[in-house]
């Protein structure tokens, strides 16, 4: 593992994984631990993949709801993994959209939350806490997926459950 890596490469194929799969279990909602609580986060309309190994895009998927796709499911019936995806967060009334994804989960293109605020230095304000709030949601997706992917009831029932959510419909 290299410095530029601190975290083996698969991780952040998974976490991808189990935030999509877990946004459409629980119908976007992640009750996070405090002091983050209830967000509601989902695949936004962009979803790349990627062979196992590899570190490129090989199939993007974007438009209305891509992760509903059957093409979606294909790529991952066909042993792609995700390389990255829209995130769109709601948390209260603010919403945030970024690109989360290649081997160290990299931050692109996020977008804040209009600010109330036309004083400039109240809007440095307001940007630096809404900039605190995104890291602090993220930090609690990033602890919600530690803490299910290290729990006693990974194996017996959450990739089980991932699995089949994984399969392509039968037609």
């Avoid at 994984?17 to 983050?36: G, I, N």
């Avoid at 509903?68 to 792609?80: H, Q």
């Avoid at 307001?126 to 900039?131: K, S, T, V």
């Avoid at 609690?140 to 089980?160: D, I, M, N, S």
Wanted: net charge negative.
């Amino acid at each position: 593992m290299s410095d530029s890596t601190p975290f083996p490469p698969h991780l952040a194929a998974e976490f991808l994984l189990w935030f999509w799969w877990r946004s459409e279990r629980d119908a976007t909602v992640f009750d996070l631990p405090a002091p983050v609580g209830r967000v509601e986060a989902w695949v936004d309309d962009r979803l790349s993949f990627r062979p196992p190994g590899g570190d490129r895009a090989t199939a993007v998927l974007t438009g209305e709801n891509p992760s509903a796709t059957l093409e979606a499911r294909a790529a991952l019936a066909g042993g792609k993994v995700l390389h990255d995806v829209r995130v769109h967060l709601k948390r209260d009334d603010r919403e945030y959209t970024l690109q989360l994804g290649g081997t160290t989960l990299d931050v692109r293109g996020l977008k804040l939350p209009k600010l109330p605020t036309e004083n400039a230095e109240e809007a440095l304000l307001d940007r630096l806490d809404r900039y605190g709030e995104f890291h602090l949601v993220l930090q609690g997706l990033f602890a919600a997926f530690a803490a299910e992917r290290t729990g006693p009831a990974w194996k017996q029932e959450a990739v089980p459950s991932l699995a089949a959510w994984a399969r392509p419909p039968a037609s």
